[in-house]
């Protein structure tokens, strides 16, 4: 298995673009986190889907920022527009469902926003 | 807000038992203990859980005190390659039935030679 897979791996963008981040969950895989990692802030909860579904958005910093997953294979954070202290490491994650706990990380995208 | 805290770092020879405390004072009676490490900037690894009982695995030992407000993360025989962050986490309850977690600032292990 190819473990969870995230492009790209590295985003440099000016102030103002749009940035969009894109995940493949592992295969089998039901549920999928995003999270955001700074070193003032940590790693934070962005949004989580079980079954394709947004359970909780709760983390999403604010309007400019949207995330879909139209199937089970695919999932996109969207920034627009980008701010520089959008800048960070962000991570996806899957896991199958509540009965396997474990989540698996991808390697993370590399945002830098100038 | 995390709900665990862990010291900020840690050292630890090569070869000796680490042992990596955390506190969760708040915990609630069905809440899951997590540990995760991350290695230089890749993705967090999982490592071991539990919610009451010892927990051993091929990784790591998690021993969890009686009244289950702290724990404690045993890599027996440290090497080099288990230089990283430490996270402990309490997985809470989300909604519809589903869970995450709430990452704390983690322990930064380091392995001398």
């Known amino acids: ?114 | 807000d995390a709900k665990t805290t862990q010291p900020p770092s840690m050292d630890c020879a090569e070869g000796r038992a680490a042992n990596l405390p955390c506190n969760h004072s708040t915990i609630s009676g069905n809440e899951y203990v997590y540990w995760y490490r991350q290695i230089h900037s890749q993705g967090p690894q999982y490592i071991i859980h539990g919610l009451k009982n010892n927990e051993t695995n091929e990784m790591a030992s998690l021993i969890i005190t009686e009244d289950r407000k702290s724990s404690t993360l045993i890599l027996p025989h440290a090497t080099l390659r288990d230089t990283a962050v430490y996270y402990c986490i309490v997985r809470v309850a989300g909604t519809s039935g589903t869970y995450k977690y709430i990452f704390g600032t983690g322990t930064r292990l380091k392995v001398l030679a």
């Open chain 1, 1 to 114: 298995d190819a473990g969870v897979i995230q492009s790209p791996r590295h985003e440099v963008t000016e102030m103002g673009q749009e940035v969009t981040l894109r995940c493949k969950p592992i295969s089998g895989h039901n549920s999928l986190f995003w999270y955001r990692q700074t070193m003032m802030r940590g790693l934070e909860l962005l949004i989580y889907f079980n079954n394709n579904v947004p359970i909780d958005d709760s983390g999403m910093p604010e309007d400019r920022f949207s995330a879909k997953m139209p199937n089970a294979s695919f999932s996109t954070l969207k920034i627009q527009p980008s701010e520089p202290r959008d800048s960070a490491v962000y991570f996806c994650a899957s896991s199958f469902g509540l009965a396997r706990n474990e989540q698996f990380f991808g390697p993370g995208t590399r945002l830098t926003v100038l």
